[in-house]
């Protein structure tokens, strides 16, 4: 196991389609995280998974967005109804149980364009 | 609501110049903070995590220390090269859980 995996790396669609991105995290890792980020700004929280279950959820996940983690190991993003708005890096991260040592390891992202 | 601020926002320096990173951060009520590298169009690097009872932590040439109670962080990088330009990024862990993130200092070291 190499590191956070995220597919595709790369999505261009148009205003209106639905889309869903795919995030393996590293294999023992049973914390999962969505990030948004935006040309020229820090990574904005999305939603959080430990194992399958979907703890918290950011104000800027509006009702477009929808997160699973059926089984405790991959999850996926989709976002229906695609606006230009919505273009930005989507980056995942997992890491390790716990409050102290829980480093976070993320993924090289995808990149949704919106036209 | 925590808010987390680097400054610069961006830095360039001679190949060879040691050089400071400023992280600040307005709650102190923290568990870690992480310091990534991002380089343009990529995901993150973890560099150094700072666990809320540690002052300081080490890699190579990254050290990065940690004042919890005034809310700074800063991370200096000794002897830059050129393979060292790209964007730093802190981020606080306060509930355990999501990352807080600053916007980051870009940083360009020229040959």
């Known amino acids: 196991d190499t590191g956070v995996s995220q597919d595709p790396r790369h999505k261009i669609t148009k205003r209106g389609q639905n889309v869903t991105f795919r995030c393996d995290p590293i294999s023992e890792h049973n914390r999962l995280y969505w990030y948004r980020q935006t040309l020229g700004q820090g990574p904005e929280f999305l939603t959080y998974f430990q194992n399958e279950a979907q703890l918290e959820k950011s104000r800027l996940l509006s009702d477009r967005f929808s997160a699973e983690r059926p089984k405790g190991s991959f999850s996926t993003l989709e976002i229906q109804r695609t606006e230009q708005g919505d273009s930005a890096m989507y980056l995942c991260?997992?890491?390790?149980?716990?409050?102290?040592?829980?480093?976070?390891?993320f993924g090289q992202g995808t990149r949704l364009t919106v036209v | 609501k925590q808010e987390v601020t680097q400054i610069p926002a961006a830095l360039s320096v001679p190949e060879g110049e040691n050089l400071v990173l400023n992280c600040s951060f307005t709650?102190?009520?923290?568990?870690?903070l992480q310091w990534f590298r991002q380089d343009p169009g990529k995901g993150l690097t973890s560099l150094l995590l700072i666990q809320s009872s540690q002052r300081e932590q080490t890699s190579g040439r990254l050290n990065a220390s940690l004042d919890k109670s005034s809310g700074r962080s800063t991370l200096y990088i000794a002897a830059s090269q050129p393979g060292d330009s790209a964007t730093y990024l802190c981020?606080?862990?306060?509930?355990?859980?999501?990352?807080?993130f600053g916007k980051g200092t870009t940083l360009s070291v020229s040959s």
């Open positions: 991260a997992s890491s390790q149980p716990g409050l102290m040592n829980t480093e976070a390891f």
């Open positions: 709650d102190s009520a923290i568990y870690n």
């Open positions: 981020a606080v862990n306060q509930a355990g859980t999501a990352l807080i």
